[in-house]
């Protein structure tokens, strides 16, 4: 079930989120697991992934007591699904920050990279797992049609555990 | 931060998973973070989530081990983001599974609600956060305009944290 990703998986992994803006982060607080919205800072997706946080915000403790995380990525247009664990970790380093800046990001950020407040919060990614049905709706239907006449369930695509070296 | 949940605050989170057919459902697994897609089985929230699923699948084992879950809904075009919190149970129970059973079902369970491997996951949700933008486009631009113009973060919507009694 489980194999070890290679070029190719952290290729198709980045296929699968590039267009994803906003990821689910579910972290451990006070024996609650809690999520929240986050808008990626990173275009390709080779084992970790960057996200600009406040250095200020509830989740930057919550990670740093609790380091294990998931981030979730759910395309329910083209029902395409994308579950990556990991470990996550806060960078402080200016040049961090600049590194995954965009002028985009003044939405969240509006005193733009200098802001001191401002962090990365990044997840080094440990397992990944991913649904993704290459046209929705047919997959759909033709599984509907198949599981109702074979009377045994369809697949929907493909469902791939990998674990990340 | 925290209120107490009142019917208006149920009716706002069934308002906005509602039409959010697939939900991200995290548990823990060995210390890893995990999610999977789940299709919703519940048409209004009133502090429980259905789920269906297999009772041989592995996440039934990982609920029954570490109660604590996470749901999380993500409906990119509005910008919609939900985030429940509680603890899952498996339910056996014939009459519960046949109480939410509908025929969409068989995309997933072809042998119907008969089947004697499918249970309810049921999520008794204690906290809820959500982030709501009524009109995604208006306020991503609103947003953009006024924290370029006012060095101040724009309020994308509301954010609620609430405590389900």
Do not use: C
């Amino acid at each position: 079930m489980t194999k070890t990703a290679d070029a190719a998986d952290l290729q198709k992994i980045s296929g699968l989120i590039k267009d994803i803006k906003v990821a689910m982060l579910t972290s451990e607080d006070g024996g609650h697991l809690r999520s929240r919205p986050m808008v990626a800072a990173q275009k390709d997706f080779a084992g970790e992934l960057y996200f600009f946080t406040r250095a200020s915000a509830a989740k930057v403790g919550e990670v740093q007591s609790h380091g294990s995380v998931n981030v979730s990525y759910a395309d329910a247009e083209r029902q395409n699904y994308v579950s990556l664990s990991g470990t996550a970790s806060i960078e402080h380093d200016r040049r961090v920050v600049e590194a995954h800046w965009s002028e985009a990001m003044r939405t969240w950020f509006p005193n733009g990279k200098s802001d001191p407040d401002i962090a990365i919060l990044k997840v080094s990614v440990e397992q990944a797992e991913y649904w993704d049905a290459p046209s929705s709706t047919m997959v759909y239907l033709y599984g509907y049609v198949k599981a109702v006449t074979t009377g045994r369930p369809p697949q929907p695509g493909e469902n791939e555990k990998l674990r990340i070296a």
